[in-house]
């Protein structure tokens, strides 16, 4: 049984549509990426699966307990096996660093001497140690976003939710965050859902893509198949070109749809794990003699695998022999066009 | 001569001190939980149920619209009912509690309302109940702003006192009036008015501290 299950959820508040109809299932020590643009029902979905929200129709199951029947006393103890990190961290400037991550243990009803302990190991876990006694504003964006995760830990949740939980964060401190929580995945067995709407941070580290558009879920797989899927689809294209490799505008303004004499065939070729580590252009230069340049792409991490997306130009119009050849050795084969070669 | 006025003077502001801690200490104890039941029950996120809240503000709103010397004449019935009598320094007690409730209700409910609603959504996912909401951020995280509310409180009950004074109450308001205004002494005058700018003063000064103490 997996972990969580959500089937045919609804969200509607007055004739505005949140979320519909959407199911899907996420299992033990997964990290799933929710992206969506804004106002595609992002918040509404984490606000459902904290059970913030009641949904109209529909079923959460987390660990069996279905969370939109729980009467709200029952809710109060069933949010304790969700952690949530927020994008703004909303820490409690009242109480210390400490105290902070200590506050989910005192509801929990923790007695003191064994939240002193907890807190001390989950200082160290984020690498906090010497900042307990703080307050929250004497700390740094990312390291108040360690705070907000040791917080969201402390009562060992099934669970973890993260709102946007970089977007108001520094690339470099993106990194760091991130690279804790894949931390925690793993010593942990923690399952994480990451909702943003950076694609690149989903890109690197979820294993598994959802994505909302307009309330539906339109995508629910890995990056591969995203990229796959998004061919022809402007919804995933859109979300997909901050991270993947693009045409330069010059080349993109001499773009033709018919093949020109002595012109370059581009096309863009997506290749799976086993090939980012195979000479792939040699290959192709060789079997079927053609001059190959790289215009743009490289093998990137996607997940905990890698994927190679590159945008090549081939000296002559593509032949039958390497468009089978190409079918059947990539994730994706797209030509995008030709332009006229430089005299 | 002198000695009686630095007695007079003494006993006046020890009486003026007994009527603004005894009235701001009431305005407190049950303007905050006022405070406290109208964020709470206007938020969609704890009770929702601005049927009860609101009739509280229209009240606290109506007892503000009344000018305190008016007040402390209407009250006179209610002031000998609690107090025994509507005579003296414990008497004015009542009155000034009372207009200084909704007075500090409104000031609080100022400060409860600039919470961020995050920090309440935080504990609720946390699986904190309403009432630890309350507990953990609403007054934690509003304190600063509340002890301020209560420095002004407390100041604008040392003027309010003055007026108290009208109906025999004591204090240095008072002494002013019967000693600097209707036997025209200028010295008493002047001293009481010197004992009041130290007196506020120091109240402010204190507030101010304490406001620093717990926002750190």
């Not at chain 1, 029902?41 to 069996?64: D, F, H, N, V």
């Not at chain 1, 990190?85 to 506050?103: C, E, Y």
């Not at chain 1, 190679?308 to 084969?333: N, W």
Request: with cysteine.
């Amino acid at each position: 049984m997996s972990l969580l299950d959500v089937s045919g959820l609804s969200c509607r508040f007055g004739s505005q549509t949140a979320l519909s109809d959407i199911s899907f299932q996420v299992d033990k020590g997964e990290i799933i990426g929710v992206i969506g643009s804004s106002g595609a029902g992002k918040s509404t979905l984490l606000r459902c699966l904290c059970a913030l929200e009641r949904p109209t129709e529909g079923q959460i199951l987390l660990e069996g307990a279905d969370l939109t029947q729980l009467t709200e006393r029952e809710l109060v103890a069933a949010r304790r096996k969700v952690g949530l990190v927020f994008q703004h961290f909303n820490l409690l400037n009242s109480r210390s660093v400490a105290a902070n991550i200590a506050l989910p243990l005192e509801i929990a009803g923790w007695a003191g001497g064994r939240i002193t302990e907890r807190v001390e190991e989950l200082l160290t876990l984020v690498g906090l140690e010497s900042h307990g006694y703080k307050r929250p504003s004497q700390l740094s964006g990312g390291q108040k976003q360690r705070v907000g995760i040791a917080r969201a830990i402390a009562n060992s949740p099934s669970l973890l939710l993260c709102d946007e939980a970089t977007s108001a964060l520094d690339p470099h401190t993106t990194t760091s965050i991130l690279d804790l929580l894949v931390d925690i995945n793993r010593s942990l067995g923690l399952t994480i859902i990451l909702i943003t709407h950076e694609m690149e941070v989903v890109r690197r580290f979820a294993h598994r893509v959802l994505v909302l558009d307009h309330g539906a879920l339109i995508e629910n797989g890995s990056m591969a198949t995203l990229m796959r899927d998004s061919r022809g689809d402007p919804r995933l294209e859109r979300l997909l070109a901050d991270t993947r490799p693009s045409l330069p505008d010059t080349l993109r303004s001499q773009l033709s749809t018919v093949p020109l004499p002595d012109g370059l065939t581009l096309v863009r070729v997506v290749l799976g794990p086993q090939a980012a580590k195979t000479p792939f252009l040699s290959v192709l230069t060789r079997r079927f003699d053609q001059a190959i340049t790289l215009i743009q792409g490289g093998t990137l991490a996607c997940g905990s695998e890698l994927l190679t997306d590159m945008i090549l130009g081939f000296s002559e119009p593509l032949s039958e022999p390497l468009i089978s050849f190409l079918e059947q050795e990539t994730h994706v084969t797209e030509v995008l066009g030709y332009v006229p070669a430089d005299h | 001569m002198y000695r009686l006025i630095t007695r007079l003077i003494a006993e006046s502001t020890l009486q003026t001190i007994e009527m603004v801690a005894a009235s701001s200490f009431v305005a407190v104890l049950f303007g905050l939980p006022l405070a406290v039941l109208m964020i709470a029950t206007r938020r969609t996120d704890l009770y929702d149920m601005p049927w009860l809240g609101r009739p509280i503000g229209w009240v606290i709103d109506a007892i503000r619209a009344i000018p305190f010397i008016i007040l402390l004449v209407l009250l006179i019935p209610v002031t000998r009912f609690i107090a025994g009598t509507s005579l003296g320094t414990f008497a004015a007690i009542v009155p000034l509690s009372i207009a200084a409730i909704p007075y500090y209700a409104r000031i609080a409910e100022i400060s409860l309302q600039e919470i961020e609603p995050g920090l309440i959504e935080a504990v609720r996912v946390m699986g904190g109940t309403r009432w630890m909401v309350i507990r953990y951020v609403l007054i934690p995280e509003a304190l600063p702003g509340l002890l301020s509310g209560l420095t002004v409180t407390a100041i604008t009950l040392v003027g309010a006192s003055a007026m108290a004074g009208a109906i025999g109450a004591g204090g240095l308001g008072d002494l002013a009036i019967r000693y600097g205004y209707q036997r025209f002494n200028v010295t008493i005058m002047f001293a009481v008015v010197a004992v009041l700018i130290l007196l506020v003063g120091a109240i402010q000064g204190a507030g101010a501290v304490a406001v620093r103490a717990v926002r750190r």
